[in-house]
């Protein structure tokens, strides 16, 4: 899985080793436990029970249930149980989360491997997940960690602060929820963003996009970037391979686009399952019409894992056909991933045709814009650059 | 039965055929669609009184003349039986200690060595708030965590298994109790298999149709299961599945079944019948139908009909 899980040498690095050092060395924050806090940041956290802090989207039921207002299941969960993410629980009628400041994978991965192509190309992220996820991909290759309850996978406590200082050890100007599902932490994702932004970091979020409007809308202005992973654009798919639902994603990429945040789509594009040409021009004429055609497109590579293994990893050449295809129809910026060496890893100006950024792998090898414009036609190249 | 285990072909037989069609000397009755109980008295309970209740239950449900033997037809003495207990809603609403231990001690009398019965839950803290502390000669543990690392597909779901199940017991027991659940309809026998999975919570949607009868149809269930036993002396008909003392009522029963299926239609019947005595819509018209019953009966996994289902009193 790209979001290997943590391990305890690396969280107490990126943490900053030693609590002591860190506040001797007058480090912008100060690693010790905050008043009511139960663990020390880079603690290692392993089984139960877990405390968790009362969730921010819910309502109450009668008879001590409670209904989840975060992600479009709309869980109604009894006192003492969980919702389908695992990550969300019900005590005598208030709803917790149980994920908030746990990180069960923590790493500093270049901005590329999200992947995102129009956001300070070649910068490093600081990379986080919770345990847990909304929906279950067939596909997923993080399931060791999506799929999983939080008390089930060794995690750090990474309390917000904690997670922003480690950012600016590891020479990260930007942060990630990513790997697992951040909608299932968005409070975590909610705090961790605010503690970026009063620290000059970005923050960036790497989502299925199943999350309903008003978390999204509160969380929305703290983000730079937003990747969402559009696993089809057919019903039938998200019910039988995600089980999700397309709908809310797709109102989630016009919420997103509409708020203006920077948004790009990834398309993991599977064998015989979502990879006909005219799905495949439904989405990008979908993408045109209601998000415009500068919203970039990422077909990435299925390779076998979790529950589909019984598929080859897709052919290159169909990235090829419809990576051609998406183009054709008139989206100005389509990219191939898990490709290394594949012509559709570089950006391209649109007007002119030039290159602009060449990339192999998640490496930059040349960037050529220049004040977000091609040098040689001037044309506009959005983006966060 | 060969090497101390039935195959599922030799319990479909007795499922079908009854006893007496293993050989074991037990009545003939058929085992399916046939749920045993027995009078408990509700709350604290003695030893004998324990014993007493659940001998008669056994007995009930397998038509042997004693229940040592209804047992000896069910497990052979190289079994390893993981009982299966329901101590989510903590004390008020688990398996007693008491009613528990006295299902193991028969089975050690029905040839199965103690160190080889293993009474286990999810998590060591749920079993000790359920008061399992001391049940020596037996052993007692949680899941803890320790799953098998293989994803077993079964169905709708794709889960990891418990260790203990899918590596140490060749027998299991579900051991629950007779109550109302919020999204399942019904928790009693079935329902409490999500215990041996490493997400249940991925598998609420629907009313838990069909994912309680996929988990229980996966091999690693189905082929070991012998029986269902409910400690019902306390029984619960809504707000499930925590513990809600105002809604409980002394059903006073100890159910044995065989027959997965069947004793959760039964189940279904007594929380509905007491629903019904209360001015509370039944089940279905509270949107929980158990659906997950018909789904496993049309697998094939026991008697789904509640007017099929005969309730024999021991
Ligand atoms: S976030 Fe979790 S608990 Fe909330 S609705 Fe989604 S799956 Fe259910």
């Given at each position: 899985m790209s979001?290997?899980?943590?391990d305890r040498?690396e969280?107490?690095?990126?943490?900053?080793?030693?609590?002591?050092a860190?506040?001797?060395?007058?480090?912008?924050?100060?690693?010790?436990p905050?008043?009511?806090?139960?663990?020390?940041?880079?603690?290692?956290v392993?089984g139960?029970?877990?405390e968790?802090i009362?969730?921010?989207?819910?309502?109450?039921?009668?008879?001590?249930?409670?209904e989840?207002?975060?992600?479009?299941?709309?869980?109604?969960?009894?006192d003492?149980?969980r919702?389908t993410?695992g990550?969300?629980?019900n005590?005598?009628?208030?709803?917790?989360?149980?994920?908030?400041?746990?990180?069960?994978?923590?790493?500093?991965d270049p901005?590329?491997?999200?992947?995102?192509f129009?956001v300070?190309?070649?910068?490093?992220?600081l990379?986080?997940a919770?345990?847990?996820?909304?929906?279950?991909?067939?596909?997923?290759q993080?399931?060791?960690i999506?799929q999983?309850?939080?008390?089930?996978?060794?995690?750090?406590?990474?309390?917000?602060?904690?997670?922003?200082?480690?950012a600016?050890?590891?020479?990260?100007?930007?942060?990630a929820a990513?790997?697992?599902?951040?909608?299932?932490?968005?409070?975590?994702?909610?705090?961790?963003?605010?503690?970026?932004?009063?620290a000059?970091i970005?923050?960036?979020?790497?989502?299925?996009?199943?999350?309903?409007?008003?978390p999204?809308?509160?969380?929305?202005?703290?983000l730079?970037?937003?990747?969402?992973d559009?696993?089809?654009?057919?019903?039938?798919?998200?019910?039988?391979?995600?089980?999700?639902?397309?709908r809310?994603?797709?109102?989630?990429?016009?919420?997103?686009?509409?708020?203006?945040?920077w948004?790009e789509?990834?398309?993991l594009i599977?064998?015989?399952l979502?990879?006909?040409?005219?799905?495949?021009?439904?989405?990008?004429?979908w993408v045109?019409?209601?998000?415009?055609?500068?919203?970039?497109?990422?077909?990435s590579r299925?390779h076998?894992t979790?529950?589909?293994?019984?598929?080859?990893?897709?052919?290159?050449a169909?990235?090829?056909?419809?990576?051609?295809?998406a183009?054709?129809?008139?989206?100005?910026?389509?990219y191939?991933?898990?490709v290394p060496?594949?012509?559709?890893?570089?950006t391209?100006?649109?007007?002119?045709?030039a290159?602009?950024?060449h990339?192999?792998?998640?490496r930059?090898?040349?960037?050529r814009?220049?004040k977000?414009?091609?040098?040689?036609?001037?044309?506009?190249?959005?983006?966060?650059? | 039965?060969?090497?101390?285990?039935?195959s599922?072909?030799?319990?479909?037989a007795?499922?079908?055929?009854?006893?007496?069609?293993?050989g074991?000397g037990?009545?003939?009755a058929?085992?399916?669609g046939?749920?045993?109980?027995?009078?408990?008295?509700?709350?604290?309970?003695?030893?004998?009184e324990?014993g007493?209740?659940?001998?008669?239950?056994?007995?009930?449900?397998?038509g042997?003349?004693?229940?040592?033997a209804g047992?000896?037809a069910?497990?052979?003495p190289?079994?390893?039986?993981?009982?299966?207990?329901?101590?989510?809603?903590?004390r008020?609403?688990?398996?007693?200690?008491?009613?528990?231990?006295?299902?193991?001690?028969?089975l050690?009398?029905a040839g199965?060595?103690?160190?080889?019965?293993?009474?286990?839950?999810?998590?060591?803290?749920?079993?000790?708030?359920?008061?399992f502390t001391?049940?020596?000669?037996?052993s007692?543990?949680?899941?803890d965590?320790?799953?098998?690392?293989?994803?077993?597909?079964?169905?709708?779901?794709?889960?990891?298994?418990?260790?203990?199940v899918t590596?140490?017991?060749?027998?299991?027991?579900?051991?629950?109790?007779?109550?109302?659940?919020?999204?399942?309809?019904v928790?009693a026998?079935?329902?409490?298999?999500?215990?041996?999975i490493?997400?249940?919570n991925?598998?609420h949607?629907?009313?838990?149709?069909?994912?309680v009868?996929?988990v229980?149809r996966?091999?690693?269930?189905r082929?070991?299961f012998r029986?269902?036993?409910?400690?019902?002396?306390?029984?619960?008909?809504d707000?499930?599945?925590a513990?809600?003392?105002?809604?409980?009522?002394?059903?006073?029963?100890?159910?044995?079944?065989?027959?997965?299926?069947?004793?959760?239609?039964?189940?279904?019947?007594?929380?509905?019948?007491?629903?019904?005595?209360?001015?509370?819509?039944?089940l279905?018209?509270?949107?929980?139908?158990p659906?997950w019953?018909?789904?496993?009966?049309?697998?094939?996994?026991?008697?789904?009909?509640?007017?099929?289902?005969?309730?024999?009193?021991?």
């Amino acid at each position: 899985m790209s979001g290997r899980r943590i391990d305890r040498r690396e969280a107490l690095r990126l943490a900053g080793g030693s609590w002591a050092a860190a506040a001797a060395a007058g480090s912008l924050v100060q690693l010790v436990p905050a008043a009511g806090e139960a663990y020390r940041p880079g603690q290692r956290v392993e089984g139960g029970p877990i405390e968790g802090i009362e969730a921010s989207w819910w309502k109450r039921l009668d008879g001590n249930r409670v209904e989840c207002g975060l992600c479009p299941r709309k869980c109604r969960v009894a006192d003492r149980e969980r919702g389908t993410c695992g990550a969300r629980e019900n005590r005598g009628g208030t709803y917790h989360s149980l994920v908030w400041g746990l990180a069960c994978a923590l790493h500093v991965d270049p901005v590329e491997k999200k992947p995102f192509f129009h956001v300070r190309p070649g910068s490093r992220a600081l990379s986080y997940a919770t345990a847990g996820c909304n929906v279950e991909c067939k596909f997923c290759q993080n399931w060791e960690i999506s799929q999983f309850r939080p008390e089930q996978v060794g995690s750090v406590w990474m309390p917000p602060d904690a997670m922003v200082m480690a950012a600016r050890r590891a020479g990260a100007p930007l942060v990630a929820a990513t790997y697992s599902e951040p909608v299932i932490f968005w409070e975590y994702v909610r705090d961790v963003s605010k503690a970026a932004r009063k620290a000059g970091i970005g923050s960036l979020v790497v989502s299925n996009g199943s999350i309903q409007e008003k978390p999204l809308l509160e969380v929305l202005p703290l983000l730079e970037a937003y990747k969402v992973d559009l696993k089809s654009f057919r019903e039938r798919f998200y019910r039988e391979v995600v089980r999700g639902e397309l709908r809310p994603v797709l109102d989630t990429l016009e919420r997103i686009r509409k708020a203006g945040v920077w948004l790009e789509i990834v398309v993991l594009i599977v064998p015989t399952l979502n990879d006909s040409d005219a799905e495949i021009r439904d989405l990008a004429r979908w993408v045109k019409a209601s998000l415009g055609p500068d919203v970039p497109v990422h077909f990435s590579r299925f390779h076998p894992t979790y529950r589909l293994t019984n598929l080859p990893p897709t052919p290159v050449a169909t990235l090829d056909r419809l990576w051609k295809l998406a183009k054709a129809e008139g989206l100005e910026f389509v990219y191939v991933g898990n490709v290394p060496g594949h012509p559709g890893e570089s950006t391209d100006c649109p007007g002119c045709g030039a290159r602009l950024i060449h990339r192999i792998g998640y490496r930059v090898l040349e960037n050529r814009l220049k004040k977000g414009r091609c040098p040689d036609c001037g044309r506009v190249i959005p983006g966060v650059w | 039965m060969s090497g101390g285990r039935f195959s599922r072909r030799e319990l479909a037989a007795l499922l079908g055929l009854g006893l007496a069609a293993a050989g074991n000397g037990g009545a003939a009755a058929p085992l399916r669609g046939r749920v045993g109980v027995a009078p408990v008295k509700p709350g604290r309970l003695g030893a004998g009184e324990a014993g007493e209740a659940v001998a008669r239950a056994v007995r009930a449900a397998t038509g042997a003349r004693t229940a040592e033997a209804g047992l000896r037809a069910l497990f052979s003495p190289e079994d390893t039986v993981g009982i299966k207990l329901n101590c989510l809603a903590g004390r008020g609403m688990s398996p007693r200690p008491e009613v528990v231990l006295a299902f193991a001690r028969l089975l050690a009398r029905a040839g199965v060595r103690p160190e080889r019965i293993v009474l286990f839950e999810r998590s060591t803290r749920e079993l000790r708030r359920a008061g399992f502390t001391d049940c020596a000669p037996f052993s007692c543990e949680g899941i803890d965590n320790r799953w098998d690392p293989e994803i077993r597909t079964s169905g709708q779901i794709g889960s990891l298994f418990a260790r203990l199940v899918t590596r140490e017991c060749t027998a299991l027991v579900s051991f629950g109790v007779l109550k109302d659940h919020d999204l399942a309809g019904v928790s009693a026998g079935m329902k409490n298999w999500y215990g041996v999975i490493h997400n249940p919570n991925k598998y609420h949607d629907d009313n838990c149709d069909p994912f309680v009868a996929d988990v229980f149809r996966c091999p690693v269930v189905r082929d070991r299961f012998r029986l269902t036993v409910l400690d019902a002396g306390t029984a619960q008909y809504d707000g499930g599945p925590a513990y809600r003392p105002s809604a409980t009522w002394p059903l006073g029963l100890v159910a044995v079944s065989a027959d997965p299926v069947a004793v959760e239609a039964w189940g279904w019947r007594v929380i509905d019948a007491e629903r019904k005595r209360r001015g509370l819509p039944p089940l279905a018209a509270a949107d929980r139908t158990p659906r997950w019953i018909a789904t496993a009966a049309r697998y094939g996994l026991g008697e789904g009909d509640p007017a099929k289902v005969r309730e024999v009193r021991g």
